[in-house]
């Protein structure tokens, strides 16, 4: 504890006096804390806005080479969708699915059936021809070994090249 003398007196509560805030502010933007004459951020702000800038074109060039990655894999293939099947008989199950092709192009696909316990009880490959438009739709039937609980299309590809290798 100081002990009073003439020279120095004690504060007392009602004495102390609050800083004055603009001599503050003045003093750290003389020192560069806030970004030099005129306030503001100035050259403070402009590295978190340059890695706010990077960032953005980072994730727009790898937006637009993911695009360019999935229209490039599907472009000049055969795709299909299993729309449903039918379950007609104990030795026949129907397909149904829409191609999307060339419509020029003869497809081939690879139709499935499975039983309950996922064995394959039919498979058969059958040829859908040039169609007038794409997408198409087709139903074509799967002769079973045992009834059958589902069908489906396992692989398409064109006609007129190699077919692809079996899993």
Known sequence: MTTPSPDRPVPTPHDTVAPDL?????E?????????????RGDAGRPRRLWWWAGGLAVAAMSALA?????SATTGHVNWVD??????SDSRVDVRFDLRRDPARAVVCRLEAQDISHTVVGRTEVEVGPAPASPSRHVLPV???TRAVTGY??????????PPTQR
């Open 22 to 26: 603009a001599a503050v502010e003045a």
């Open 28 to 40: 750290e933007e003389s020192q560069g804390t806030w970004g030099g004459p005129g306030g503001g």
């Open 67 to 71: 695009v360019w990655f999935g229209i």
């Open 83 to 88: 729309t449903g099947h039918e379950i007609v």
């Open 143 to 145: 002769e079973t070994a």
């Open 153 to 162: 299309v396992d692989t398409c590809w064109y006609a007129d090249e190699a």
